[in-house]
């Protein structure tokens, strides 16, 4: 009996597909198709797909060619499969063409012609096109840029600079200075800019048609940002907040951790982000704005929002205030942020529980790695989840998958969005305790 194995995504499942494993189960007598799992495909860089792993294992399923599905998972587990199954023939797709001739020590490989005309990347990027334009002019922008280069179907079509400062960042060919013109090439829109110049530019955005991605918090009085988000629900816009935190792959996965009870019950969320003050003082913010958002993630998105007692200490120099700590009581639990720009500390994030807690190192808001540490240190896990482009990538694909209605899953809810901007407007107007 000969034994023939091949390996695939399987996403939206066309006809290349299929005549693929036509072709390969001709080779031999018994057919193995391994799927790619999501986290695999990850890792590989294929980062849109758009089925689960049920759906793809499905698609193969259904043509009835498979004589064995297996899910492959990580690097290195064709050599182990093809050992295990006495596989004797390996085959794939001509793309691929001498990137697997490595295997050759272990089976015979066969690369079949790639069916011209059609892809997985085409149909998905005819069902999820979307041009974004971009407001703003920081180094946050010029990342989004990058970023969005590398989802399947989204394109940027312009970058409106609200000043004109740090022109040379950008690509000119992108640079427009007239609103109108950005709104009327772009699908979306992506708001970077000041804090308070955000709510006039949501406003115009939503009343152009456009979706908005906008960096937190949203607006800087919470009467406006309901107001905002009325105006997206009548229009059937989508308003969201851009924290690539809350996007990342670790941060994810440390929650749904925690959550499940990995720690026990949760007595303390404390979260460090700090930075020193760029050369420019024109793009100097308070450490509020440059990092209250993100500090206040885990401990709203652990603990909720509806706390018993706030406490805010600023520190200034200048009149600017360089560092906040602000200190949370809730029914059985504390928590605590120190966020600073112009001061510096170790940026982690502890959580503490009852039966162990969470450790991630600096800087945690864009971490990879982390630790659940216990009483014994030999029974401490630690874990590695890849989280390309800072987040900033799962940010745009989830912007892209609720526009398009693949989802209606916020990533942050608007209770904890409308939670942060009350926090802001309050050490504004200097209430800092209640
Ligand atoms: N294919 C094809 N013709 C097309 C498109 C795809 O013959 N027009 C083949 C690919 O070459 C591959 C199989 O169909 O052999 C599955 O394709 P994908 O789902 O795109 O998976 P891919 O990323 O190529 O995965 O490590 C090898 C990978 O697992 C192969």
Redesign the pocket.
Known sequence: MTTVI??????LM?R??V??LERAKALGDYLIV?V?SDNFDKERG?INVSQTLLERVENVKSTGLADKIIV?EYEGQ?IDDIIKYKVDIFT?????MGKFDYLNEYCKVVY?D???G???TEIRSDNNSLSIGVIGNNRLASKFIKECSFVNGVSTSGLYLDENKNREMFDDNLLTYDLNELFNKSDSIYIVSQPNSHYEQIKLALEHKKHVLCETPITTNVKQYDELLKLADNKNLILLDSLKTAYSVAYQRLLLLVKGGIIGEIASVDAVCTSLKSANPASWDSSFDSWGPTALLPIFQLLGIDYSDISIYIKKENNYDTFTKIAFKYHNAVASIKVGNGVKSEGELIISGTKGYAYVPAPWWKTEYFEIRFEDPNENKKYYFKNDGEGIRYEIIAFLDLIKNNTNYYYISRDISRKIIEIREKINNGMLND
Request: no cysteine; aromatic share 10%.
């Open positions: 091949t390996y695939g995504t399987y996403d066309h290349g597909h005549r693929l391994g790619t294929k492959e064709k794939v797709g001509s793309d691929w079949l790639r069916t011209k059609i892809s997985s």
